[in-house]
T-cell receptor, first 110, second 117 residues
């Protein structure tokens, strides 16, 4: 089992749509969870951290289920500018480095 | 947020040559920096953890003699790809760890695109 697995993409949605990404991780000892955004040929940028209680930042909502080792990201009212690859990220067993998922590509069209 | 730079942003070299990539934290000190590699349509793969003043820790399968890492100061880590070959062509990204009281966040450099002919 891969350390971090994400939904296969790409997701093609119209503006205004709601889209959800899922992610599972294999290391039950992981303590930190994140969603990063990566634009084509650019470095990844932190979108949001993910907390057990769930957290929301504007149109973005992240959820964590430790029992199922499952993380989700919900994007409401999609904008053209949301088009990017979304990376699910957890820390490694030692807690010293980040393990990245392969990413899910989102394409929002008008 | 904190800023991390990389130099060069892209490089093309002949097979057999060595290439040095610099990673700098511009407005904070970073005891720990990380080097990642990303092939097209693949995830970022951690290559090594660079610790200031000590030897780097390499991930399994990464040749330490081929990918030389030096972290000589709290704001600079370098990755040297020695005797580069076409299969080393990739997007190399560094990150620097900003740590505070109960706070840890990695800030990524803009990446270096290496093409080996």
């Amino acid at each position: 089992r891969k350390e971090v697995e994400q939904d296969p993409g790409p997701f093609n949605v119209p503006e205004g749509a709601t889209v959800a990404f899922n992610c599972t991780y294999s290391n039950s000892a992981s303590q930190s969870f994140f969603w990063y955004r990566q634009d084509c040929r650019k470095e990844p940028k932190l979108l949001m951290s993910v907390y057990s209680s769930g957290n929301e930042d504007g149109r973005f909502t992240a959820q964590l289920n430790r029992a199922s080792q499952y993380i989700s990201l919900l994007i409401r009212d999609s904008k053209l500018s949301d088009s990017a690859t979304y990376l699910c990220v957890v820390n490694n067993q030692a807690g010293t480095a980040l393990i990245f998922g392969k990413g899910t590509t989102l394409s929002v069209s008008s | 947020g904190a800023v991390v730079s990389q130099h060069p942003s892209w490089v093309i070299c002949k097979s057999g040559t060595s290439v040095k990539i610099e990673c700098r934290s511009l407005d904070f000190q970073a005891t720990t920096m990380f080097w990642y590699r990303q092939f097209p349509k693949q995830s970022l793969m951690l290559m090594a953890t660079s610790n200031e003043g000590s030897k780097a820790t390499y991930e399994q399968g990464v040749e330490k003699d081929k990918f030389l890492i030096n972290h000589a100061s709290l704001t600079l880590s370098t990755l040297t790809v020695t005797s580069a070959h076409p299969e080393d062509s990739s997007f190399y990204i560094c990150s620097a760890l900003l740590s505070g009281r109960g706070y840890n966040e990695q800030f990524f450099g803009p990446g270096t695109r290496l093409t080996v002919l």
